[in-house]
């Protein structure tokens, strides 16, 4: 046959034999074509035995027809034998025949493929390194198939390839690496089992080093670990268990900045074990690396902050979260804000995409701060990633404040985190002032919003931000550095700090700049206490529920003498009186009971400085705004004559069951500790007469009430009340206490008084009318 001439050198009995259904005279004829190869490998006969592989390739392997496909196979085997080491000069013939078969629909046929190359590598050995992506692409294949007998062969080629794999020191790992980056993604069981076993494999060799390429397949391994199958999970988890040691051993070699992003993706998944493990990589990244990890920070603040707020179930991740916001927060340092902004031109690896989107507008206007810009090689720090590159290290500040800002306005978010971003704002304005407060206009508004917090922990920290920037020197130069003029100065009224408050003089000025203006005190300071009191003004529950808390604690953070001077002052100008009189009511308890306000009460008693007389008075004229508050600074400041002359003229005010309540509650408050010393003078009637008289009229004021019968029981205990009716004209002893403040003009303060308190009943009547028109117009 001339067919048969045609596959000559083999022998009709052979071609029909390898074309026979039967197995056993498959294996009889490829014994003898092993025979026949032999012969040619001896005579040195390379054309006749590439012609061999030739037709056993084209004429059988790659039949139609399935038994002569399942003899080419065997025959190729046969001669990979036959050549022995020679066989490594013909392997691109020998293989690709039958990894074609692998793709076969005959389960059987692709069984006898995966046993032929398993022959053909068995005898080449190292050979077939260079052709390994083939065999490992094909391989991964078989991993999937659904034949136990097919994924049985290629589980034991697969381990005669990592054998020799193992054994080798000329493996490719270049060329491997975009193969094992494809194939990580598959979402086959066990073609992910596959590949992780190569992993490890790869990494437990000593000549090959796959930490250099971890980059490329770090993600894909993440994905893995959330695999639904146990056994492939733990096999991930000791892959990048044992990566993670390597990187432990050798930090200087590692690829830090090329793995960040991956990391930020994963510490925000949904299943725990992926988002604890890579948040447990995020802490050795940041410990390790240290500032590389900066450019990376406000990623890292998206993926950490909400850990933070996670309850028991998720205990572990809250713990690591905790550790790795801890740990770079640390990495932030003062030299952070005096980097060379003009020089802000190197390139420095991409934040994540979704930071990169969103920008400041006083950033654009202040100077960008994006981790490409600060670069002054002699404030930054460098870490060697390998001995040739080095990679200049910048904080991102303006992608972090996004993010905290983000995270403060989201309602949604847990206490601790909220807690954490306030900590976070705080550790910035102590490290970059300078550059924090080109954000302080934008972050003012919700700061102040987070004063209505449930959390009395948020509350704290956030009043903290709130001191550090009202009194930070750097928001003094920024609120008034040389650029500002007289011009952009009085525009910004809200800004701007009026003078120090100077002595009443006999003129009788109507107004009195009174806020203060200390070192201490910047431009913000006036502001916070400006949108301070207009939050308590729009959120009368704010200002019920935490008023007196948020004033105490900004006693201790700020100066309190400076925070009842502005208040006071800015009180004075106040259009709704009725808020000015709650306020002043608020204020004038927090003075009168506050541990955090001793000093100032001490301050006040005796009037002794020109400050302490210049404060009284600004108090005072904003006190007026109720008059029982105004006759209880009186009684703290020891003014017992004004406040007789006071509570002389109450007799013209309207009298409500909220006057009389409240001077109910300053005869109670007359018993408690603070006025120690009043009670006392109760015993010197010669030089206090006005004090009983004051006392007195209080009591004149009050129904027949409980607190009338405490000050009455107390009136009753003062010795000698004959010595009370001093006349007019008797001047106290020399040594009264009230000489000291002989230069305070009284009668001014009187009349200022009377002018609130016509105010008052002016705005009274204004809203009784209203009320009155609304009746009429419901009835019609």
């Known amino acids: 046959m001339n067919a048969e001439r045609d596959l000559a050198p083999l022998a009709p009995s052979v071609v029909r034999a390898l074309n026979d259904k039967l197995y056993e005279k498959r294996k009889v004829a490829a014994l003898e074509i092993e025979k026949l190869v032999r012969e040619f490998v001896a005579q040195n006969n390379t054309s006749q035995i590439k012609h061999v592989i030739q037709i056993l390739s084209q004429e059988f392997a790659l039949s139609q027809h399935p038994h002569s496909r399942k003899g080419g196979l065997i025959g190729l085997a046969a001669c990979s034998i ?32 995966c046993e032929a190359l398993y022959n053909i590598v068995k005898v080449a050995r190292g050979s077939v390194l260079p052709h390994f992506n083939v065999l490992f692409d094909g391989l991964s294949k078989l991993a999937a198939d659904p034949d136990p007998n097919v994924k049985s062969g290629s589980e034991l080629l697969d381990r005669l390839l990592k054998d020799i794999v193992t054994e080798s020191n000329q493996f490719d790992l270049v060329g491997f690496i975009p193969l094992l980056r494809e194939r990580i993604y598959s979402n086959n069981q066990y073609a992910r089992q596959f590949i992780i076993s190569w992993i490890l494999v790869l990494e437990s060799v000593p000549d090959i080093n796959l930490l250099d390429y971890l980059p490329e397949i770090l993600d894909g391994l993440f994905q893995i670990l959330g695999d639904n199958s146990k056994e492939i999970r733990k096999m991930c988890e000791v892959a990048l268990g044992e990566f993670l040691k390597e990187i432990k ?83 932030v340092i003062p030299e952070d804000d005096d980097m060379d902004e ?14 990169e989107s969103l920008s400041k507008p006083e950033a654009v206007s202040g100077g960008s701060l994006d981790a490409s810009n600060d670069s002054n090689f002699s404030n930054t720090s460098v870490f060697t990633v390998t001995s040739s590159e080095r990679i200049p290290v910048t904080l991102n500040l303006d992608g972090i404040v996004q993010v905290l800002d983000c995270h403060l306005h989201d309602t949604s978010i847990g206490m601790m985190t909220r807690i954490a971003v306030l900590k976070w704002l705080y550790h910035l304005y102590i490290k970059t002032p300078r550059k924090m407060f080109r954000h302080t206009d934008s972050l003012f508004p919700i700061l102040l919003r987070t004063l209505s917090d449930e959390s009395d922990e948020v509350i704290l920290k956030d009043l903290e931000v709130l001191a550090e920037i009202a009194s930070s020197p750097a928001g003094q130069t920024e609120g008034h550095g040389p650029s500002d003029g007289p011009d952009a100065r009085s525009s910004q009224v809200e800004l ?22 200390t070192p201490t005190m910047n431009s913000y300071f006036y502001k916070f206490m400006i949108n301070l009191l207009k939050r308590f003004s729009s959120e009368r529950k704010l200002l019920e529920m935490r008023g007196a808390f948020i004033i105490r604690q900004l006693c201790l953070l700020l100066n309190a003498e400076n925070i009842f001077h ?215």
């Open 82 to 113: 036959a050549l022995g080491k020679d066989s490594g000069l013909y392997l691109k013939e020998l293989i690709e025949p039958v990894l074609t078969c692998f793709n076969d629909a005959d389960s059987r046929l692709r069984y006898y493929a």
């Open 249 to 331: 051993k050798n930090p200087s070699s590692v690829k830090f900045a090329e793995m960040a992003n991956i990391l930020v993706i994963h510490c925000q998944a949904s299943d725990d074990l992926i988002q604890l493990t890579a948040m447990c990589w995020m802490r050795e990244f940041i410990q390790l690396a240290g500032r590389v990890m900066l450019p990376y920070s406000s990623g890292i603040l998206t993926a950490v902050l909400p850990c933070l707020s996670y309850d028991d179930r998720k205990k572990n991740i809250k713990e690591v979260a905790n550790v790795c916001n801890q740990s770079l927060m640390k990495l």
């Open 496 to 517: 701007h700090v009026p003078v120090k408050a100077s002595q009443l003089s006999s003129s009788g000025t109507k107004g009195l700049e009174c806020s203060p203006s």
């Open 566 to 780: 502005s208040m006071a002052d800015i009180l004075l100008r106040e259009e709704d009186l009725k808020f000015a009189s709650t306020m002043v009511h608020t204020l004038n308890t927090i003075l009168l009971t506050s541990s955090e306000l001793f000093q100032l009460r001490n301050q006040l008693k005796d009037l002794k400085t020109q400050e302490s007389r210049n404060l009284f008075c600004c108090l005072y004229r904003s006190w007026c705004h109720n008059p029982v508050t105004t006759v209880s600074l009186c009684f703290l400041t020891q003014n017992y004559k004004h406040a007789y002359d006071l509570i002389q003229k109450f007799g013209d005010l309207e009298v409500t069951v909220d006057f009389l309540t409240e001077v109910d509650k300053l005869v109670q408050l007359i018993e408690c500790p603070i006025f120690t010393y009043l009670r006392l003078q109760l015993l010197d009637v010669k030089n206090n007469p006005y004090l009983i008289k004051a006392l007195y009229g209080l009591l004149m004021l009050l129904p027949q009430s409980s607190a009338f019968q405490l000050l009455s029981h107390r009136l009753e205990c003062v010795p000698n009340p004959e010595l009370m009716q001093t006349a007019d004209g008797a001047k106290p002893s020399a040594g009264s206490k009230r000489s000291a403040a002989s230069n305070i003009d009284y009668t001014e303060l009187l009349q200022h008084f009377e002018k609130v308190q016509n105010k008052h009943l002016e705005a009274r009547h204004q809203r009784a009318g209203r009320g009155e028109q609304l009746e009429r117009r419901v009835v019609l």
């Open 342 to 355: 003009a020089k802000q031109s190197m390139t420095l690896p991409a934040e994540p995409s979704s930071e």
